[in-house]
């Protein structure tokens, strides 16, 4: 099992940036695909984007392409989303996962979540 904590959540107004980290334990980064989901009030989880195992694969949501962009620090064991260009619509909790695979974008395909964190956008 991987443990997973998000941070870099928070307040920012329409077209401004954050970046989310995660910090990943408990199984070998590098066996790891890593991925982020979104989760707006009533709304289902959503895909967001996602990193294969070795870092050089990457897949977006439709909805955040050439907007958002996710990598990883295997040093760090930590994965980023540094969101820029930021909307409204773009307001939800924000989950980071793990999957087993060699890269995953489903959400059951991933099987260790994180908490969550908060990302609101203001009009």
């Known amino acids: 099992q991987v443990q997973l904590v998000e941070s870099g959540g928070g307040l920012v107004q329409t077209g401004g940036s954050l970046r989310l980290s995660c910090a990943a334990s408990?199984?070998?980064?590098?066996?790891?695909?890593m991925g982020w989901f979104r989760q707006a009030p009533g709304k289902e989880r959503e895909f967001v984007a996602t990193i294969s195992r070795g870092g050089a694969g990457t897949y977006y949501a439709d909805s955040v392409k050439d907007r958002f962009t996710i990598s990883r620090d295997y040093a760090a064991n930590t994965i980023y989303l540094q969101m820029n260009r930021l909307k409204p619509e773009d307001t939800a909790v924000y989950y980071c996962?793990?999957?087993?695979?060699?890269?995953?974008?489903?959400?059951?395909?991933?099987?260790?979540w994180g908490q969550g964190t908060q990302v609101t956008v203001s009009p």
């Open positions: 996962a793990a999957s087993r695979g060699m890269i995953a974008t489903t959400t059951s395909d991933f099987s260790s």
């Open positions: 408990g199984r070998a980064f590098s066996n790891i695909a």
